[in-house]
């Protein structure tokens, strides 16, 4: 039985103080409902030491929004996975549609980033989706096929536990249009159905996959009963404590 996961990509909001307050907030609601449902936080770089620290004697876990993939060097503005893990990160989204299109990501640098992050003991959030041209050209299942072979070309099925993917239909993010839950379930299980057929069964049957694309707590709890939908990644309703933790209660 996969128990289910929802984590908050804060995107670049909140400074130190404003982060500070909403993890407080969601620590505390925590108290009522830990145990039942993972709940991870990704709030930007400038947040995770502090939150980190916040979090020590929390179920909450916490995440970082990108890495490189070099371990040190010459790239001005980036950050390695051993920079992310020595400030208490556990979890790494990676392939994030907003990485793919305006800061021109490909599935080989994704496939790069998913192998260093493992091999650092950072559990990757691996985001796959199609923009709403290719779905309306019926091209949702190739493009996923593609973004998930790339993306884990390589990767052993022994690294397979410690991956999330979350799919993340392109149309479906920051504009309040959601995939319904029978649009969403379909990928899921076209998803559990190609890691079955790259890995195994039990791979399949064990990997969470989350859905992720304007999710609210109006639409939360439909989404989730589905039987594929194992969680949720939560973009712009994760920004307030209140409407994150109703998405987390939907959940249990
Ligand atoms: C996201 O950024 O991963 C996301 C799903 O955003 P939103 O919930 O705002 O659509």
């Known amino acids: 039985m996969r128990k289910k996961v929802i984590a908050g990509n804060w995107k670049m909001n909140k400074n130190l103080g404003e982060s500070l307050s909403l993890i407080k907030d969601i620590k505390l609601a925590m ?21 980190a620290n916040l979090l020590k004697e929390s179920p909450v876990k916490l995440g970082a929004q ?40 490909n599935d080989e640098m994704i496939n790069k980033k998913l192998k260093k992050a493992l091999s650092s003991a950072l559990k990757p959030i691996f ?9 309306e050209a019926n091209r949702t299942e190739k493009v996923i096929e593609k973004q998930i072979i790339e993306g884990l070309a390589g990767i052993p099925e022994s690294e397979m536990k410690n991956i999330i993917i979350a799919y993340e239909p392109v149309w479906a993010i920051g504009t309040g249009k959601t995939a319904t839950p029978a649009q969403a379930e379909e990928v899921h299980v076209f998803i559990r159905n190609l890691v079955k057929r790259l890995y195994s069964p039990s791979v399949s049957d064990n990997i969470i996959i989350q859905y992720g694309g304007s999710v609210k707590p109006d639409n939360s709890k439909e989404l989730l009963n589905m039987p594929n939908i194992d969680g949720a990644l939560v973009g712009g309703a994760c920004l307030k404590a209140d409407s994150f933790v109703e998405i987390i209660k939907s959940a249990c």
Do not use: Q, W
């Open 31 to 51: 108290l009522n409902i830990s145990g039942k449902v993972d709940v991870i936080v990704c709030p930007p770089f400038t947040s995770l030491e502090t939150g």
């Open 66 to 105: 990108n890495m490189h993939f070099e371990d040190s060097g010459a790239f001005t503005g980036e950050i390695s996975a051993s920079m992310l893990k020595s400030v208490g990160c556990e979890y790494v989204i990676l392939g994030h549609s907003e990485r793919r299109t305006i800061f021109n990501e």
């Open 127 to 135: 985001c796959v989706g199609e923009t709403l041209e290719e779905r």
